[in-house]
């Protein structure tokens, strides 16, 4: 049952009645306790084990930080929480796909949700990003997202947190077991990709052999300009370290937007999207959807590359597209696919 429980159907659409399920394993424990002294006896161990799990997690994502500062993004409904560094709990190592869990007690002293981590790994604070889907979405689906914003619109600055993590995070290899990577970001399923930047920014200052990346492509599609203006700065700064730096590497950045057409940029005078601080390096901002396999395909014209790494975040109809390209389009370079999904 609770195999059977973990397919998308139940666990998406029905994610309590999954939870139930999951904990039917104690009923496994319990019958084969019942019937044999062996099993007794690693069911002992194994739930001292759980308890001890449990009141270790507990322990250290007991601690309330008051001065979490929180904010919404102009122009667009993202919350945008800052979390110090030195507050957050545990010592694991910030890598790619890295998350957070977050328990808000204000809004439940139960409910713990995962937030990606889109800060560099030496940042002082980790930045957390929160948008709820669009109002025409189911409204159980993000309601905590949802009130999460209500809470930071109505707050001058500060609101209470827990906080456990970071947790899942992979080791950078990009830099030296990819000569291109490609990340293809749908809304704010840019927060994974932005922190899987810094985190691969990070492994190329550091490394001490010639990395074998060449160019970086980022495509990314999203309703609110607001977003692209907010992230247009680390973005231009990657860019200018990486072209800059003694072993190259080539950072192209793709906007696309899809808010109402009055809200378009005009495709015969596409607008350009200025980085703060006086960058000078324009991106243009094309109206309309982006046509992946473009990029599949722009991969396996250029002779010079042989392995490639495909990192995906987004609504599932586009992480669905690239996971398809990504094991079609392997014609003469070879794709490595990571993706980040936000529906559990």
């Known amino acids: 049952v609770s195999t059977q429980s973990t397919g998308d159907v139940v666990r998406r659409a029905h994610f309590n009645l999954f939870w139930w399920l999951h904990l039917s394993f104690v009923l496994w424990f319990l019958f084969g306790a019942l019937h044999s002294v062996v099993a007794r006896?690693?069911?002992i161990a194994a739930g001292v084990l759980f308890v001890v799990d449990r009141l270790v997690r507990a322990w250290f994502s007991a601690h309330v930080t008051a001065s979490v500062e929180a904010r919404l993004l102009p122009g667009c409904d993202v919350a945008v929480l800052r979390v110090p560094w030195s507050r957050a709990v545990g010592a694991a190592?910030?890598?790619?796909?890295?998350?957070?869990?977050?328990?808000?007690?204000?809004?439940?002293?139960?409910?713990?949700?995962?937030?990606?981590?889109?800060?560099?790994?030496?940042?002082?604070?980790?930045?957390?990003?929160?948008?709820?889907p669009p109002a025409q979405a189911d409204e159980q689906s993000g309601e905590f997202s949802r009130r999460l914003v209500r809470l930071c619109a109505t707050r001058?600055?500060?609101?209470?947190?827990?906080?456990?993590?970071?947790?899942?995070?992979?080791p950078c290899t990009f830099h030296s077991a990819s000569d291109a990577l490609l990340l293809v970001a749908g809304g704010i399923g840019v927060t994974p990709i932005v922190g899987a930047m810094?985190?691969?920014?990070?492994?190329?200052?550091?490394?001490?052999?010639?990395?074998?990346?060449?160019?970086v492509d980022l495509?990314?599609?999203?309703?609110?300009?607001?977003?692209?203006?907010?992230?247009?700065?680390?973005?231009?700064?990657?860019?200018r370290r990486w072209r800059t730096a003694k072993h190259s590497v080539?950072?192209?950045?793709?906007?696309?937007?899809?808010?109402?057409?009055?809200e378009q940029p005009d495709d015969n005078n596409d607008v350009a999207v200025m980085a703060a601080h006086g960058a000078a390096l324009p991106w243009t901002l094309h109206s309309g959807r982006p046509e992946i396999e473009l990029f599949f395909d722009s991969i396996n014209a250029?002779?010079?590359?042989?392995?490639?790494?495909?990192?995906?975040?987004?609504?599932?109809?586009?992480t669905r597209r690239v996971w398809t390209l990504a094991t079609r389009r392997n014609n003469r370079v070879r794709f490595k696919l990571h993706i980040d999904e936000f529906e559990w």
């Open 156 to 170: 001058a600055s500060a609101v209470a947190v827990r906080i456990e993590g970071p947790l899942s995070g992979k």
């Open 250 to 262: 080539e950072l192209v950045v793709h906007l696309f937007q899809t808010a109402p057409k009055s």
């Open 41 to 43: 006896n690693c069911a």
């Open 219 to 239: 495509v990314w599609v999203a309703r609110e300009r607001g977003l692209f203006e907010h992230f247009a700065p680390q973005l231009v700064a990657l860019q």
């Open 198 to 215: 810094h985190v691969l920014d990070a492994a190329l200052r550091s490394a001490t052999t010639a990395p074998t990346l060449r160019r």
């Open 93 to 132: 190592p910030v890598g790619v796909g890295s998350f957070v869990l977050i328990n808000v007690p204000e809004l439940s002293l139960v409910e713990w949700h995962p937030y990606s981590i889109a800060s560099p790994p030496d940042a002082p604070d980790i930045a957390l990003y929160c948008k709820p």
């Open 302 to 318: 250029d002779d010079a590359l042989g392995k490639a790494s495909v990192v995906a975040c987004g609504p599932a109809t586009l």
